[in-house]
């Protein structure tokens, strides 16, 4: 792991940057990078308390207490005993593998998804199956939970021992279907899995009208959401996710001893930025409409540039989150074709074969560029495309 050579990609990003070539990052996720204007009050964490180290393994009861409150505010109620904080979600994800699986068990994660999971299971020796998610326009994406359901009756299914939901999926933007949700604790009850949902896009809906519901506080099988400051203020660079646990009584409890074991092994999360949680989460309001502002415009955009008469590219149907999906003809492969659109146009465009997309030829487009980029640079992008049907 961590070995192999570079791709064709990556090796024309470095000659790019080592030309000191601008790269445009139609794929930007990072909120650090897009223009986000935020005093330096913001980011300050001096405080008296941060003299002192109390090595709460769950994290600091004020800072829990906070967040439980500011979720009740929401309509999600958690009680701060259920709350863990860590660095990461990454973080959060290998203390549950750690905490659900042995060396060999399964975990399912969906399919097309971000490619995040297999390394981090791989380094707990933990391996994953996919799911499919299908595509069905303009309705849009679709859990396949009968393709569950079969492989949960085959061997290797008999070790899985979560499923992981992404609520809305990266990149597809698609939020959990009632009737998704449904099916999918049926199965975990039927067999005995537990439920891991990652709500870091959760309150980034394109719309005010879509029906969306968190996991959290979900009882009726063993479940942990996670979230963190990374999306949900922008502030990946402060470092501090959490694990919402909720379940049945006594799977409830037995899990929560053992993750505080193993959260006390490691007593990741930084003091400064838990004694600053309550403050930077009174400004979670005025982030969530900018961002949900400038993610709607975007979309706006991308559909009104791509999808003219005629038009050979669309725009995939999109519920939420910072990725919009874009088809577009198969003049070649998708690597050959984001090679020569880095090489001819300067755009870095992740192609759909990153997300293990295995049918057509699709790009995420990232929804929080300054509105002035993506336009700019989805024109450049249908540009392209036009030069290579006339050739």
Wanted: charged fraction near 25%; aromatic fraction near 10%.
């Amino acid at each position: 792991m961590g070995e192999t050579e570079p791709n064709e990609l990556a090796k024309i990003r470095a000659q790019y940057l080592g030309n000191h070539e601008t790269i445009k990052e139609l794929s930007q996720s990072n909120p650090t990078k897009v223009g986000l204007k935020r005093s330096s009050e913001f980011y300050r964490l001096d405080a008296e308390g941060n003299c002192i180290y109390n090595p709460e393994p769950q994290g600091l009861t004020a800072a829990r207490e906070a967040l439980s409150m500011h979720f009740a505010e929401k309509g999600r109620g958690i009680s701060p005993d259920n709350l863990f904080f860590c660095a990461s979600t990454s973080e959060g994800y290998a203390w549950l593998f750690k905490l659900l699986c042995d060396p060999g068990d399964v975990v399912l994660i969906p399919k097309p998804g971000y490619p995040l999971f297999e390394h981090l299971a791989m380094l707990e020796f933990v391996r994953t199956s996919a799911y499919p998610l299908e595509y069905s326009h303009p309705s849009g994406w679709h859990i396949d939970v009968a393709a569950i359901a079969r492989y949960l009756e085959t061997q290797q299914g008999r070790r899985a021992k979560a499923i992981i939901v992404i609520n809305p999926n990266n990149p597809t933007g698609s939020y959990i279907r009632a009737s998704e949700r449904a099916a999918i604790l049926e199965l975990c009850e039927r067999y005995e899995l537990a439920l891991i949902a990652d709500e870091v896009f959760f309150d980034f809906p394109l719309s005010d009208s879509i029906e969306c519901a968190s996991f959290i506080g979900e009882e009726r099988v063993l479940t942990f959401v996670l979230d963190g400051l990374s999306k949900r203020l922008g502030m990946p660079q402060m470092k501090l996710g959490w694990i919402c646990v909720s379940g049945p009584s006594m799977l409830e409890s037995r899990a929560k001893k053992r993750l505080e074991l193993i959260a006390d092994t490691f007593l990741s999360a930084g003091t400064p930025i838990m004694n600053a949680l309550p403050r930077l989460l009174s400004s979670e309001d005025s982030f969530l409409e900018e961002m949900r502002r400038r993610i709607r415009e975007n979309y706006a955009i991308y559909r009104s540039i791509l999808e003219f008469n005629e038009s050979p590219h669309r725009v995939l149907a999109c519920q939420g989150g910072w990725t919009a999906l874009v088809e577009s003809p198969s003049y070649m492969d998708e690597e050959k074709t984001a090679a020569l659109l880095l090489l001819q146009k300067g755009i870095a465009a992740q192609p759909g074969y990153f997300f293990d997309m295995e049918k057509g030829i699709h790009f995420a487009f990232s929804l929080i560029l300054p509105q002035d980029s993506a336009a700019a640079w989805s024109k450049e992008y249908r540009d392209f495309f036009e030069d290579l049907e006339a050739r």
